[in-house]
Nanobody, 126 residues
């Protein structure tokens, strides 16, 4: 079992920035950490993922160039830096984790992730 806890959500104006944090109870080299989001009446979509062993990352097309997922070496925390936020970025953001190979990490499919946090709300509005 891996427990993950998100923090850092809030309200911001369009064009603003937020940084989300996801603290995991354990992280191994085979751990994949990812962020998903779900807006009202929308399906949950993958936003970004980070594979610990290779430090490989993957992003949804909608956030490329604006969002950055990262982890400081030795920490059990993964960050999602969100810049140039748009109203369509408004959603509940969930941290998720899985253990295994890197291929399923970059695929950003919710069904491939086993451990989930409770979510943190991000609202982008003027």
């Amino acid at each position: 079992q891996v427990q993950v806890v998100e923090s850092g959500g809030g309200s911001v104006q369009p064009g603003g920035s937020l940084r989300l944090s996801c603290a995991a109870s354990r992280i191994y080299s085979t751990t994949c950490m990812a962020w998903f989001r779900q807006g009202p009446e929308k399906e949950r979509e993958g936003v970004a993922s980070f594979y610990v062993g290779s430090r490989g990352t993957a992003y949804a097309d909608s956030v490329k160039g604006r969002f950055t997922i990262s982890r400081d070496n030795g920490e059990k925390v993964v960050y999602l830096q969100m810049n140039s936020l748009k109203p369509e970025d408004s959603a509940m953001y969930y941290c998720a984790a899985r253990e295994g190979g890197s291929r399923l990490c970059s695929g950003l499919r919710a069904t491939d992730f086993d451990y989930w946090g409770q979510g943190t709300q991000v609202t982008v509005s003027s």
